[in-house]
């Protein structure tokens, strides 16, 4: 309180001079003079934290000691204003929790006060720090929600932020062509709306969903236009978004010294940035690549150290965010039972007087015992509320566990497979190139599966329709093929399945087409793999290519066989399923896992 009165007579000024930019100077000081003591001193913190060159830990004390000088009931707008800011510097501060609280809080005040303006902005700041969580659905939700309310008030700029919003969760969910689409419509409403500092920002999107559609020359130039625009040095964040997305890019190009300079630029941006630890992460991600296009392995390997450090820091940041979360909500179920308790005390309290006046002693004796009933049943179920709520106490931390686990085993993976990488450029043997490159292959497929793990709520269980086209594109990137060039037809079920089944048949997957793009496309002009994965009546996997086909006689031999045969064979018994191939317009592979015969 002591700072608050030593910078009142400063802060008083800078409400004055600020209120003068929109109106004169008499009108200024009568709106002030019309505030309560503690609500000018209020008024008076919010505009020095908007303005002033403060830490955020600073801003954060100050704001809550503003909101500490107005009473709860009071309905000033200012309020909401400065649980809107408090949350706004929590957010940039990773307090995740504290963050929700605090546009929650903001939110409520806008909504009793009935503007519109300020609800939808603030669904805009909830989406974002659920987006941040990977709360996808959440996040949705309150960008459609902002999205409605900037149509009824006409508003272009709201509905802009509502799209280029969507536009990131679509992305997050690997549907790039719809996240285009969004980005594009969002663009229009932010020329309409002239939002000249949201422009670049839309530029960035647009580019992002270009590169992740293997479009690298409409992405570049998104970017180049993004750079042509008026950034200043100051305007870091920004400038450390176009240059990592660009260096993104200059790798898809495979114009690896353009990238490792927009890639190095990005980093030295991005230290100045409240989201540093996310920007790096993806620059040394790019990085690690870029070194490897130019045979640069010892820094390659510096790069990819880097990513995995900062990847465990930003998982460690989730988990001790999740932990925090869910020790609020034990708090707030031991309060409940505490309530509860009060009540059911008070309750009885009462029942005895009201007894004890009225009724005669065997009523009295009666109400006794029907009280020392309902203690009991009180008791019992105070004590399933409190056990209820360890046990799920301890599965959620089970969950993290889990998830944690997953990732280091995928890390461990990475580095595993990173190293088999740069192994092939010490051999010149090109048949151990190629045992270590399928090897690598391998690798990467099981590091798949324990990556989609630990991006899930399901530890245990895992949706085979992300996992095979993140499979399946990655390989035929290895092998230089991209969507424009190349003819995949996928039909795969929407479904998760147990991590125990889900391994032996990435592997196999990983094994057939990593076959087909190595011996299958070399004289057909329009390559094409067709994939097929069903649930009904079992599960049902199908894999063919459209190239000379398989020679059945080397395959039905029961000479020596390759690994890679020997692999999909064991792995077929493993499951319990039944495979066939063939030749029918290229190599066919069908393997079906029959319910009954799985439990077996």
């Known amino acids: 309180m002591n700072r608050i009165k030593l910078l009142f007579a400063c802060l008083s000024l800078s409400f004055l001079l600020n209120n003068a930019i929109a109106q004169n100077l008499e009108s200024a000081r009568e709106k002030w003079n019309k505030l309560p003591a503690n609500e000018k001193r209020a008024s008076a913190i919010y505009q020095f934290t908007k303005e002033g060159n403060l830490e955020d830990q600073v801003k954060r004390d100050l704001l809550q000691e503003a909101i500490n000088l107005i009473p709860e009931n009071s309905a000033d707008t200012l309020v909401g204003h400065l649980y809107y800011k408090l949350g706004q510097i929590n957010y940039g501060l990773e307090d995740y929790v504290k963050s929700l609280e605090n546009f929650n809080t903001a ?25 941040r969580q990977n709360r996808l659905d959440e996040a949705e939700r309150m960008y459609v929600l902002t999205q409605k309310i900037g149509k009824d008030l006409h508003n272009d700029k709201l509905i802009a932020y509502s799209y280029n919003s969507l536009s990131i969760i679509y992305d997050k969910r690997g549907q790039s062509q719809k996240a285009l689409d969004l980005s594009l419509i969002g663009l229009k409403y932010i020329k309409s709306a002239k939002m000249s500092d949201d422009y670049l920002s839309g530029l960035v999107n647009i580019g992002i969903h270009y590169k992740n559609l293997g479009q690298f020359d409409k992405a570049i130039q998104m970017y180049e236009e993004a750079l042509s625009l008026e950034i200043t040095q100051k305007d870091v964040f920004s400038l450390a978004a176009v240059y990592i997305n660009l260096a993104w890019a200059y790798n898809g190009k495979k114009a690896y010294k353009e990238g490792i ?8 941006y991005a230290n100045n940035i409240p989201e540093r630890k996310y920007f790096q992460a993806d620059a040394y991600d790019v990085l690690a690549k870029l070194y490897e296009g130019e045979k640069k392995w010892d820094k390659a390997y510096l790069a990819y150290k880097n990513h995995v450090a900062l990847n465990d820091s930003i998982t460690n940041l989730e988990i001790k965010s999740k932990v925090v979360e869910l020790e609020e909500r034990n708090k707030t179920i031991e309060k ?24 005669i002693a065997v009523l009295v004796i009666a109400g006794f015992l029907l009280i020392r009933k309902n203690r009991i049943i009180y008791q019992n179920n105070d004590l399933l509320t409190s056990q209820n709520a360890k046990i799920q106490e301890q599965s959620d931390k089970l969950v993290l566990m889990m998830k944690e686990l997953h990732h280091r085993v995928k890390n461990n993976l990475s580095i595993v497979a990173s190293l088999l990488n740069l192994q092939t450029y010490g051999l010149t043997d090109q048949d151990a190139i190629k045992a270590v490159q399928t090897g690598q292959k391998r690798v990467e497929a099981m590091s798949l599966i324990h990556q989609k793990l630990y991006q899930t709520s399901h530890t245990t269980a ?37 991590v125990d089944l889900a391994i032996p048949i990435g592997l196999i997957l990983n094994e057939l087409v990593t076959n087909s793009f190595k011996y299958a496309y070399q004289q057909v002009p329009n390559p094409t793999l067709e994939i097929k994965f069903k649930t009904e009546g079992g599960i049902y996997l199908k894999v063919k290519d459209n190239g000379a086909g398989i020679d059945m006689d080397k395959w039905n031999s029961k000479g020596r066989r390759s690994f890679g045969k020997q692999l999909i064979v064991s792995l077929s018994k493993q499951v319990s399923g039944q495979y066939k191939v063939e030749n029918d317009g290229g190599a066919v592979f069908e393997l079906a896992i029959v319910p009954n015969q799985e439990a077996a």
């Open 261 to 268: 300079s927009s890639a190095l630029k990005g980093i030295e």
């Open 107 to 131: 939110l409520h005040r806008f909504q009793v006060q009935k503007d519109l303006y300020w609800v939808a902005t603030t669904y805009i700041q909830l989406g974002n720090v659920f987006e």
């Open 462 to 498: 895992l949706n085979i329709k992300e996992y095979i086209i993140d499979l399946v594109e990655n390989i035929m990137e290895s092998y230089g093929y991209s969507r424009q060039n190349f003819n995949l037809l996928l039909d795969i079920e929407q479904t998760e399945i147990d």
């Open 336 to 359: 409940e039972t505490q309530i509860k308790e009060l009540n059911y005390q008070n309750k009885n309290k009462q029942n005895i007087i009201f007894f004890g006046l009225v009724l």
